[in-house]
């Protein structure tokens, strides 16, 4: 499922989730938002990501540099996540093939 990305102005971001704009040019500097590329004072991001950034910012009270760990930990989990499904996925697939209840192939090598 695609995340929805959204561009959203500086100052609507600020009221949005109550960062500020010296923050969100922080942010940006340090590659945790990323700008919107034509419009000015802006980012273009996902909601979620953006919401997550102010809470461990500003409920937690993490700095630039704890934020880059955790959010990188958290790219981590989601990839890991991911391979998960997958491979559960073809566990699934083995096993209606070894019951009987999957397309058999042709192994004749």
Known sequence: M????????FRECGVRYGLSEAQMREFVQLGLLHPAPDVPDALREE???????????????????SLDVVLNMHRQLEQLQQEVRRQRARVRQLENFLGGRGPLLDLNW
């Open 2 to 9: 695609e995340a929805a990305i959204i561009t959203i102005t």
């Open 47 to 65: 909601p979620e990501h953006v919401a997550r950034v102010a809470r461990l910012h500003q409920e937690l009270g993490l700095n630039s540099d």
